[in-house]
C-alpha cells in the first residue's frame, strides 16, 4: 500500500529559525516520485519540489533544501532562516506506478506557524 | 509553470441546488484531472480521476450521482455537486498533468473551491 506520514501536525518558530519538515513514505514500486506542496491561508496549493527514487542527491533551492535518504524511506524539507511568509501547510506526496491511474498519495500534511 | 484555472473561488447555496465548479487547463492539454474534496484542517482526500472522453473514476465511498463530473474536453473537467447539503460544506481542488500516459511530471493545481451550503 502507498502511504505518506507527516509526524509533526503543527510547528510554531520564530522567523530566522530553521525548521525540518518530516516526510516517511512507504511503496511498494522500485520506480516512484515524491513531491512537496505548499498550501497558504489562500488555498492553492503550490509545487516546491519533484524527486524521483532514482535520485537521492539532496536539492537546495535558495532558503529550500530537502533530503530524500532511500534507506529510510524519508524526504525530509528544511527551511533555512523561516520567515513568516513561510507560515503555510505543506503536504509531502508520492506518485507511484502501482498508485491507480496516476494519482498522488498526500500526507496529512504539517501546519508551519512562523512567528515574527 | 503550466496554469490550471478553477472557478468558481467560492460558492454560496442552498441547500437541494446543484453547483457546478469548473477546472480548466490553460495552456496545456490534460487526458486526466483530478477531483479532491479538503476537509478544515485536513489532507486531500481522492474523490475521482476524470478522464477525457470516458466515464469518471470515483473513489470507494464516494457517491458518482451525488457528484457529476465530466471531461469533455482536455482543458476542461467539471465537478457538479447535485442536490447540495451542509455535509457537502468544503474545500474542492482539481489538479492536472501535462500529456498523456504514465507521466510523473508535477501536477499543477487549481485554486480551488469553497463551497457552503446553508
Known amino acids: 500500500a502507498q502511504k505518506v506520514t507527516q509526524a509533526q501536525t503543527e510547528i510554531s518558530v520564530v522567523e530566522k529559525e530553521d525548521v525540518t519538515l518530516d516526510c516517511v513514505y512507504e511503496?511498494?514500486?522500485?520506480?516512484?516520485?515524491l513531491f512537496w506542496y505548499k498550501q497558504p491561508p489562500s488555498g492553492e496549493l503550490v509545487f516546491l519540489i519533484r524527486?524521483?527514487?532514482?535520485?537521492?542527491q539532496n536539492e537546495i533551492s535558495g532558503r529550500y533544501s530537502w533530503n530524500f535518504q532511500k534507506s529510510t524511506s524519508s524526504f525530509n524539507f528544511t527551511i533555512t532562516a523561516s520567515q513568516v511568509v513561510d507560515s503555510a501547510v505543506y503536504f509531502c506526496?508520492?506518485?507511484?506506478?502501482?498508485?491507480?491511474?496516476?494519482?498522488?498519495?498526500f500526507g496529512p500534511g504539517t501546519r508551519l506557524s512562523v512567528l515574527p | 509553470g503550466a496554469v490550471v484555472s478553477q472557478h468558481p473561488s467560492w460558492v454560496i447555496c442552498k441547500s437541494g441546488t446543484s453547483v457546478k465548479i469548473e477546472c480548466r487547463s490553460l495552456?496545456?492539454?490534460?487526458?486526466?484531472m483530478f477531483w479532491y474534496r479538503q476537509f478544515p484542517k485536513q489532507s486531500l482526500m481522492l474523490m475521482a480521476t476524470?478522464?477525457?472522453?470516458?466515464?469518471?473514476?470515483?473513489e470507494q465511498g464516494v457517491e458518482k450521482d451525488k457528484f457529476l463530473i465530466n471531461h469533455a474536453s482536455l482543458t476542461l473537467s467539471t465537478l457538479t455537486v447535485t442536490s447540495a447539503h451542509p455535509e457537502d460544506s468544503s474545500f474542492y481542488i482539481c489538479?492536472?498533468?501535462?500529456?498523456?500516459?504514465?507521466?510523473?511530471?508535477?501536477?499543477?493545481f487549481g485554486q480551488g473551491t469553497r463551497l457552503t451550503v446553508v
Open positions: 489538479s492536472a498533468r501535462p500529456g498523456t500516459g504514465d507521466s510523473h511530471t508535477e501536477a499543477f
Open positions: 511503496t511498494r514500486d522500485t520506480t516512484y516520485y
Open positions: 476524470s478522464n477525457e472522453g470516458s466515464k469518471a473514476t470515483y
Open positions: 495552456d496545456f492539454q490534460a487526458t486526466t
Open positions: 524527486r524521483n527514487s532514482f535520485d537521492e
Open positions: 506526496a508520492l506518485s507511484a506506478l502501482y498508485n491507480y491511474g496516476q494519482n498522488f498519495v
